[in-house]
Each structure stands twice: as C-alpha cells, then as structure tokens.
C-alpha cells in the first residue's frame, strides 16, 4: 500500500552523555512484525537507543520516522509490577478501561495461560518467582494495546533453565501476536534464539558492527549446533573488536 510504513527508520542521530559521543550520524532500521535483537558491549548506547526510541530521552539531533505514530510498551530488567496488586489484576491494569470488563477478564485469561500462570492468578507479586514476576512483565506488555514493545535486558541475571523457558513462553507469546520487538541484551545465546534480525554494535561512537537475519523456526534453534553455530561464532568475534 503507497505511503505505508513499513519499517522504523533512525537517521543521522547524535547523542552526547556525560561527554562522551554515544551516537554520532548513526543509522538504523527495523522492520515491523520483527524480532530485533541488538548486541553490544557494556556502556556503547544500547539502553540509550531504547530510550529516544521510547521518548524518553531526546536525541541531540536526528530524524526518527515511524515511532510518533505507534504506541510502545516496555519490559524492563526489574519487572516493576504493583505490589497492592494480584497477578490477573497487574495485567488487567494496562487494559484501556473503554474495554468491557468481561472482555479484559477474557484477554487477561488468555495472556495468563499463555505465560502458563493459571496456578498464580490470585498470587501477589512478594509470592512469585524472580522468573514469575518477569512472565507476568511480559504478559502486561503484550496486554498493553501497543505496536511496539522495547525489552531491556529482561533476562539479564536468571538462571540458563529458567531463561530457556522465560525464552519459550515469550516466543510462543510473540507468534500468537506478532508485535515489533526491539530487544536489548548481552547474551548472544538469547538473541540467537529469539532474533528476526541480530545486530551488533561497536563502542562509542556506536557504529553496527553486523546485522544478521535468523530465518529458522523458533523450535529448530539451537546457538551450538548447525548454522547458527557458525553465526554465534561470528557475533562473538563482533563484539570482541
């Protein structure tokens, strides 16, 4: 369709903080209905990027196309969930209010068992899990009416099994419900898994290092094996320069 978007476009983008240049005419795409994982070492502007993307933080200059007209949704590292509220109630929060209320009863039903929460509906956060709260985190987000969701490291920290599963329950999420994702980690393992398209930046200035697309299903991933062997090796030696 003429005039349709159909990628989120950062151009020529500068940011200084705390002196340092973290972005100087940098550029940078992603396509809708994608997962995008982006890769980088500590301190290169990662969290930084999400943020402008976000409005949260203005970019010195630069030219953002896409982003005013779509509404976004975080996941953040701290799942940041209200205490004074159970889990089905902390989902059903983000829910617009012009909503029937049996019909935010049903959608926030569905996100619960698709994050495999039934058991702990009635739980309130102090009750749950580290990997608990940030399944309910991602349940509010895809709750939340929005085009885009930014992840900042939201598996930074949890144990290999329990990231492994929080990596399955969000894969299954996303394909019932292909928002845009832009997804922020250090775990090369984690954007393999996940990634439409894995892009590695450099130390600041960011510049992208390589951008790699994943084109296999999900349930056929494996880092250590097959072709996605060769590009964990690649991505490594990426974030080593």
Not at 73 to 80: A, E, G, L, N
Not at 144 to 162: A, C, F, H, R, T
Not at 221 to 238: F, N, Q, Y
Request: glycine content about 8%; charged content about 25%.
């Amino acid at each position: 369709m003429e005039g349709l978007i159909m990628s989120l476009e950062i151009k020529a983008l500068y940011k200084n903080f705390d002196k340092i240049s973290l972005f100087s005419d940098f550029n940078i795409s992603f396509q809708e209905g994608t997962i995008t994982c982006i890769l980088g070492p500590s301190g290169c502007g990662k969290t930084t990027l999400l943020n402008i993307m976000g409005g949260i933080i203005k970019p010195d200059s630069g030219q953002l196309s896409g982003f005013n007209e779509k509404s976004i949704s975080y996941i953040f590292q701290d799942p940041r969930l209200l205490p004074w509220k159970t889990v089905e109630e902390n989902i059903e929060f983000v829910l617009k209010r012009d909503i029937p209320a049996e019909q935010r009863h049903k959608v926030t039903g569905q996100l619960i068992r698709l994050m495999e929460l039934e058991d702990f509906a009635g739980y309130y956060p102090s009750r749950l899990s580290g990997g608990m709260r940030q399944r309910v985190s991602i349940a509010r987000a895809f709750a939340y009416p929005s085009d885009v969701i930014l992840m900042d490291e939201p598996l930074k920290g949890l144990d290999i099994k329990l990231k492994l599963n929080l990596v399955r329950v969000f894969s299954r999420m996303w394909q019932a419900d292909k928002r845009t994702v832009i997804f922020v980690t250090h775990d090369v393992d984690e954007a393999l898994l996940l990634g439409s398209d894995v892009i590695v930046l450099s130390r600041p200035p960011a510049k992208i290092l390589l951008n790699r697309q994943i084109d296999l299903p999900f349930e056929n991933r494996s880092p250590d094996s097959g072709s996605l062997k060769e590009m964990k090796d690649s991505l490594i030696d990426a974030l080593g320069n």
